[in-house]
């Protein structure tokens, strides 16, 4: 039996005393795709936090391949995950290709330059992101959904098995959320990479991701395929106020939209 | 609907209009390779030309010719007078090293420093040193024994030591529960630095009792090269060198903690273990340039900057060329100070920042694009 590729067992952590997660346990398999969910503050970055390492958990235990995360160095933990968060703010005007490069930080050595095979991964991660034409561009010039390509490029460069993003269609227009998540599943598909997203939008959740945990009252509260998850109800406990849940077309993922109190008139104006 | 993942490459690919021609948005572009190379063969011209220029008239070829004969280079017969050799080489030369010396690490102490912190007006001052410095030069004007550390006197040996402490105190005073953050730091060290300069400045008052040498005070904190001999060359030079080696290797955490302490520690880099080597040896090579030089304002602040405009801020390359820079500055600012009004030689901070300032600004109002950092 093929260990899972992330396990957490019994996690619990508190930020300054406030409980967040408590006893949660989670295992995604190798080259799963899962989205997480949950409304605001129900501890989504916390968890991918906790996943890559930059937190520690108050109790419990995160293994990766069998390996206790903890008993992990920072360096060696970048090798194997990845990490693509909402946004950062670079001071400095970098360019998007020595953004790029800065996902090949866990394998240089102090002293050592990039190799042949460091250029290679970093023209890959380039190519596959489809940044070619705006890789001399300053990065901080870039659109929101430019910046988004540029970010899941440089996690790329970094050659883990594991990528985490932290809401990654935040602040783009639809069109570019689509591109962002078609580039994502790819990549899952292509390369066998483990994806976890923490998601927002729950419609684009049950569309791109075949597996969705909902996080709630510090811990899970559901997990499953969107259709099995994403139950009105359900939704309604978790969210309060009244939801609709339609499917379209068989076969299709599950849409989640809110009632309005007063409906809108039906015909012109 | 077609929910089929499209091709990666997808449609931005034809958003912009930048060529792919190796030229970036940055406004300058020097490869890295000749920069170095250039800068080096400047510096090489600048020490020469100061090793010549001085009160007793030494003629440019007799300078080329005593350094490379000197370096085992050429075997050329003598013939100058000794007393040109010993001027050149006893006298000029040990002050021009130490010149290149102080202005390298006080550049790499600023670059140090503004990347750690993230912040433009970070220079090598930044945490405190100065204030440290100042109050120590102070109370060695105060002491006025006349005891010697490796061939310096009281006044910088007590410098360097104000300076290392007031930095470290600066540290531990914004650590909260082992973690350091960057704004704490910076304002520990303003309020430190300010709370000992104005210690000296009470000292300064009080001076009717105390005796105390007002314009050697005043020399040092306006800054000049007061190295005179090679032993005092040869003590800055193993700090400088040293710490500005072992600075080398966190170019990669630099760059990495550009995107915030989170994003670093995603890439892998222990982020307080380095921010506190990167801290100690930026104070490390700070200390070491106020002990050559007093208070040499603005060439750690501006330096990094002009670099940054032309070279790019990655840090690999930003390090080794804001340190030949700010040598080859202070070089020529040195030079300056001592040929302006002679016999009496002009405090060298005065034209760090009336050169230098004018400098910077054609270079700031030069790039293209809005200058970023």
Redesign the interface.
């Known amino acids: 039996m093929s260990m899972s590729a992330i396990q957490l067992e019994n996690v619990c952590f508190a930020y300054n005393g406030r409980p967040v997660l408590s006893e949660l346990s989670l295992q995604v398999k190798r080259a799963e795709r899962l989205a997480l969910l949950g409304p605001n503050g129900s501890g989504k970055s916390t968890l991918l936090?906790l996943i890559?390492g930059?937190l520690t958990p108050s109790s419990g235990r995160i293994l990766l391949d069998g390996r206790r995360s903890s008993a992990v160095?920072?360096?060696?933990?970048?090798?194997s995950?990845?990490?693509v968060?909402q946004d950062?703010?670079?001071?400095?005007?970098?360019?998007v290709r020595?953004i790029i490069e800065?996902?090949r930080?866990?394998h240089?050595t102090?002293?050592g330059?990039y190799s042949s095979l460091d250029r290679q991964f970093i023209d890959e991660a380039v190519?596959?992101?489809?940044?070619?034409?705006?890789?001399?561009?300053?990065f901080?010039?870039l659109s929101g959904?430019?910046r988004r390509?540029v970010m899941i490029a440089m996690a790329l460069a970094?050659k883990s098995d594991i990528l985490l993003l932290d809401e990654p269609t935040q602040q783009l227009d639809i069109s570019r959320q689509g591109?962002v998540l078609?580039?994502i599943?790819?990549?899952n598909?292509t390369r066998g990479i483990t994806v976890v997203a923490a998601m927002h939008d729950l419609n684009l959740a049950a569309?791109y991701f075949d597996r969705v945990v909902m996080l709630h009252r510090q811990s899970i509260a559901a997990d499953g395929t969107p259709h099995t998850v994403l139950v009105p109800d359900f939704l309604a406990d978790v969210y309060g106020g009244q939801l609709e849940v339609r499917t379209f077309r068989e076969g299709a993922s599950p849409v989640v939209l809110p009632i309005p109190r007063v409906a809108p008139r039906e015909g012109k104006p | 609907m077609n929910?089929k993942?499209?091709p990666?490459?997808?449609?931005?690919?034809?958003?912009?209009g930048?060529?792919?021609?190796?030229?970036?948005?940055?406004g300058f572009n020097v490869g890295f390779h000749l920069g170095f190379w250039t800068l080096v063969l400047l510096l090489l011209a600048a020490m020469v030309l100061a090793a010549t220029v001085g009160a007793t008239h030494i003629q440019l070829k007799v300078t080329a010719l005593v350094l490379l004969n000197r370096a085992g280079l050429t075997h050329a017969p003598r013939t100058w007078s000794t007393a040109a050799e010993t001027i050149i080489l006893e006298i000029r030369l040990p002050r021009v090293v130490a010149a290149s010396l102080v202005g390298g690490g006080l550049a790499l102490a600023g670059a140090l420093f503004q990347g750690v912190l993230?912040?433009?007006l970070a220079d090598p001052y930044v945490i405190g040193t100065s204030g440290g410095a100042a109050l120590g030069a102070a109370v060695g004007l105060l002491i006025s024994t006349h005891f010697s550390v490796l061939g310096f006197g009281v006044v910088p040996t007590l410098s360097f030591v104000g300076a290392v402490c007031a930095a470290a105190a600066a540290y531990q005073l914004s650590k909260v529960g082992g973690r350091t953050s960057v704004v704490t730091l910076l304002l520990a060290g303003f309020a430190l630095s300010v709370v000992l300069s104005y210690i000296m400045s009470l000292l300064m008052i009080l001076n009717d009792r105390l005796q105390l040498n007002l314009r050697v005070l005043y020399a040092w904190l306006l800054g000049g090269i007061s190295v005179t001999s090679w032993t005092q060359v040869e003590v800055i030079a193993a700090l400088i060198l040293t710490a500005g080696t072992l600075a080398?290797?966190?170019a990669?955490s630099l760059?990495?903690m550009?995107?915030?302490d989170?994003?670093a520690?995603?890439?892998?880099?222990?982020v307080e273990r380095d921010r506190v080597a990167l801290l100690a040896l930026g104070s490390m090579l700070t200390a070491a340039a106020v002990v050559g030089g007093g208070l040499i304002g603005f060439v750690g602040l501006i330096i990094p900057h002009a670099v940054?405009l032309v070279f790019?801020?990655?840090h690999?390359r930003l390090l080794p060329l804001s340190a030949l820079t700010g040598a080859i500055f202070l070089v020529l600012a040195d030079l300056l100070s001592r040929i302006l009004i002679p016999p009496n030689e002009l405090p060298v901070g005065i034209l760090t920042a009336l050169l230098g300032g004018p400098i910077f600004l054609y270079l700031l109002r030069r790039s293209k694009?809005e200058?970023?950092?």
Request: hydrophobic letters at 35%.
């Open positions: 936090k890559s930059i160095s920072r360096r060696e933990l970048a090798r995950i990845a990490m968060p950062f703010v670079v001071p400095f005007s970098f360019t020595e800065l996902g930080t866990p240089l102090r002293w330059n190519e596959a992101t489809g940044v070619m034409d705006i890789s001399h561009r300053i901080n010039q959904g430019e390509r970094q591109d078609n580039l599943v790819e990549l598909i569309r | 929910l993942a499209k990666i490459v997808g449609p931005w690919r034809c958003e912009t930048a060529q792919i021609s190796g030229k970036t948005e940055r993230r912040n433009p080398m290797a966190f990669r760059n990495a550009s995107l915030g989170e994003m520690a995603h890439l892998g880099v222990p940054r790019g801020p990655e690999s694009q200058y970023r950092f």
